[in-house]
């Protein structure tokens, strides 16, 4: 495979003069790389989105900033466009349930889950009926949020570092899922991301519906299965906590529904509650990691247990198996890439949307500065003091030959970061900076 033309002046790789002693690795990741298309729809959205928070958050005074922190909305803006994507490439007419819609105000709804339960029912009267889910597959959610992530991230630098670039790998089956590169620095990214929340879809109904049983006709049964013509009817993306409805219009509709959450997020008011909306789930994950709280809110947000969702799915790299899979492949860039350049130029970086809040304590806080290195680079010698006549033995390593296990953990939420260098060109300080300038 050829190399994008983009790409050709990666560091290490097979136009740099510089002699990296293992070009045949580093062409290899090059080959791999595609740009972060700049025409998508999904960036078209992320665009969008962001544009309009840069008018909300810098139109405000200083005190009423906090009530919009950058990091959790970029946090917000991960699972709605996760959720746009989720819409668009799983929306068909099968797959839909029916909620009566008994002690709410607002009628019989169909809703198109990707949890095992009614969003309105579970968040709204704690009951959890068991319901059908579309929730695709881990390969299918692994790329979408894969892609996302790379995808929020290169718009981010592209403020704070205007001539940095960033590409992702098209091998899904590689050791490195993305790079990020300027002149005299090649950072190597693992990916590792997942939403707090999905919204479904709704489409509202006049009436109850009907069905035939035992001969008579009579009211359908809640929570059953249904069908929507989705290129003829109205669809909504719902946010149940707080009864938000965000009118797509119909699946057969031009882009669908990057267009209308697109025309609906211009408007810095709808944002605003968007982003609010997201933070109060946010803080019902935070509470339920002290204790499991009953409160119903949960049952919206991913990995919430209780026959709703799989708790191996919590957010971002919130599960022990993720952290201990990004540390090993962090590692694995330090020995098999790092190592391999005198110059000392590549990074390591673990991202995420979503800062590992249940599991930093236990696995994780111990582990982030630290730094590794190898016997070969060491030299020894000998030291006596008048205090210790006997000599002892020291081992001298030089500076270049310490590695950071992680240079960086980028996670939308909350960052870690070991590697100067990479706090400029990527933290969320510098890009507030920048836009409200
Ligand atoms: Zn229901």
Redesign the pocket.
């Known amino acids: 495979m050829a190399i994008n033309p983009y790409f050709a002046d990666m560091p290490c790789g097979i136009n740099d003069p510089y002699e990296s002693g293992e070009v045949s690795k580093f062409a290899e990741l090059q080959r791999g790389l595609v740009p972060i298309s700049n025409s998508s729809p999904s960036i078209a959205l992320i665009q969008a989105f962001l544009d309009s928070y840069r008018l909300l958050y810098c139109g405000l005074p200083e005190i009423q900033r906090i009530d919009y922190p950058p990091n959790l909305t970029m946090g917000a803006l991960f699972d709605l466009v996760v959720s746009a994507k989720y819409a668009e490439r799983l929306i068909a007419d099968a797959g839909w ?1 029916y ?3 008994s002690e709410t105000s607002d009628g019989s709804s169909l ?1 198109f889950c990707y949890l095992q339960t ?1 969003p ?2 579970s968040v709204n009267r704690s009951v959890k ?1 068991k319901v059908v889910s579309n929730k695709p597959g881990s390969d299918t959610i692994g790329e979408i949020c894969g892609d996302t992530t790379c995808e929020i991230l290169s718009e981010i630098i592209k403020v704070t570092s205007p001539g940095i670039k960033i590409g992702k790998n098209r091998d899904r089956q590689a050791d490195v899922d993305f790079v990020i590169y300027q002149p005299n620095m090649l950072a190597l990214g693992e990916t590792k991301s997942s939403p707090l929340v999905i919204y479904p879809l709704e489409v509202k109904l006049n009436h109850p519906l009907t069905e035939i049983r035992e001969g008579q006709r009579t009211l359908k049964r ?2 059953t299965q249904a069908t929507v013509d989705v290129a003829e009817a109205d669809i909504f993306m719902y946010i149940p906590h707080r009864n938000l409805r965000i009118s797509l219009g119909k699946a057969s509709s031009q882009q669908f529904p990057y267009h209308a959450l697109i025309q609906h997020i211009q408007s810095p008011q709808n944002l605003a509650e968007i982003i609010l909306a997201w933070k109060e789930l946010y803080r019902v994950y935070e509470a339920n990691l002290l204790r499991d709280l009953a409160d119903p809110r949960k049952w919206i947000t991913c990995g919430c247990g209780g026959g709703v969702d799989d708790s191996k799915n919590k957010p971002g790299i919130d599960r022990t198996d993720d952290i201990k899979k990004g540390t090993y492949q962090s590692l694995k860039f330090g020995t098999y890439y790092k190592e391999r350049d005198s110059r000392r130029i590549i990074r390591s970086v673990l991202a995420s949307n979503f800062f590992p809040l249940r599991t930093f304590n236990r696995y994780l806080s111990e582990m982030v500065d630290v730094i590794w290195t190898k016997e070969k680079y060491s030299r020894t010698f000998y030291l006596k003091t008048q205090r210790n006549p006997t000599p002892r033995k020291y081992s001298l390593f030089a500076q270049s030959d310490l590695f950071y296990l992680y240079d960086a953990i980028i996670c939308f939420t909350e960052s870690v970061y070991m590697d100067e260098r990479l706090k400029e060109v990527t933290s969320l300080d510098t890009y507030i900076n920048r836009i409200c300038q």
Do not use: F, K
């Open positions: 349930t909620c009566e819609g809703y009614c309105r029912c009926p809640d929570h």
